[in-house]
């Protein structure tokens, strides 16, 4: 089984507005490929820009993977995300509105963050579209990377209540200019496995504490959607 970690999806739990919110997240996982075991570990450096109901955001992740046959250190595949905001209900003074603004400062997706404390203390409720990206940046020869485009669009809901959050995601996954199955052998992709064509879902809880640090937990899980492919799940705090 390859370590199972899943590509970016915006989550929605942070009010509408204006500002820059920068992320960073560490992995560590062991995997055995057809034979071929070893293990990994990952730094990802994250970024996002929002303006009103739309965010856009970069993710690049580096990796240091360690087999039988070598030890190797290198970028992997860059991941780029949008989203758009439909839902935003009791942001503000408990209105509820689709495409109306809320004059708040912030929200995201990864793991753990820096930004002001602006976690409002009503519950909130929001949904919208959201579109993940990833670019053949890492070494595929070295399990670095995918080497093809993968585009996963889906739909997410976000609610909120003081520090706390809870997320759900989902979306379809689809190689572009990729042959064959994704889910590769003992030369394919150590990070990120995916199946070529895929419906996957996310389950994520986050608390924010102090000045604008959030810490979280997630479940996700995938099925294929073509032959070939496998059922894949994962945990992740």
Same mark, same amino acid.
């Given at each position: ?9 915006p989550?929605?739990?942070r009010?509408?507005g ?7 997240? @560490?992995v560590?996982?062991r ?5 071929? /075991?070893?293990?990994?570990?990952? @730094? ?11 965010g856009f ?5 580096a ?7 070598g %030890? ?11 989203q758009?905001?439909?839902?935003d209900r ?26 002001p404390?602006?976690?409002p ?5 929001r949904?919208?579209?959201? %579109?993940?990206? %990833?670019?053949?940046?890492g ?9 093809? @485009? ?13 520090r ?16 064959g /199955?994704?889910q ?8 990120h ?10 389950v994520?809880?986050? @608390? ?8 979280? /937990?997630?479940?996700?899980?995938? %099925? ?14």
């Amino acid at each position: 089984a390859g370590a199972q970690e899943c590509h970016p999806v915006p989550n929605g739990a942070r009010p509408a507005g204006r500002g820059v919110r920068l992320e960073a997240s @560490v992995v560590a996982a062991r995997f055995d490929l057809a034979g071929a /075991a070893g293990d990994y570990q990952g @730094v990802s450096g994250a970024g996002q820009w929002l303006i009103g109901r739309v965010g856009f955001g970069v993710q690049v992740p580096a990796y240091r993977i360690r087999r039988l046959s070598g %030890t190797s250190v290198g970028i992997g595949d860059v991941g780029v995300t949008a989203q758009w905001t439909l839902l935003d209900r009791g942001a503000a003074s408990g209105e509820a509105g689709v495409g109306t603004h809320a004059h708040h400062d912030h929200h995201e997706h990864m793991l753990m963050s820096g930004t002001p404390d602006d976690a409002p203390a009503a519950a909130t409720l929001r949904a919208g579209l959201a %579109t993940s990206v %990833t670019l053949p940046t890492g070494d595929r020869d070295r399990g670095a990377g995918m080497g093809h @485009v993968m585009i996963m669009p889906g739909v997410w809901g976000a609610a909120a209540r003081g520090r706390w959050s809870v997320t759900v995601t989902a979306s379809w996954g689809q190689a572009i200019g990729a042959a064959g /199955a994704h889910q590769h052998g003992a030369l394919g992709p150590v990070v990120h496995p995916m199946n070529r064509s895929e419906l996957a879902g996310t389950v994520r809880a986050a @608390v924010r504490f102090g000045a604008g640090v959030d810490v979280h /937990a997630s479940m996700s899980a995938a %099925t294929p959607l073509a032959e070939g492919g496998v059922v894949r799940a994962t945990g992740e705090v």
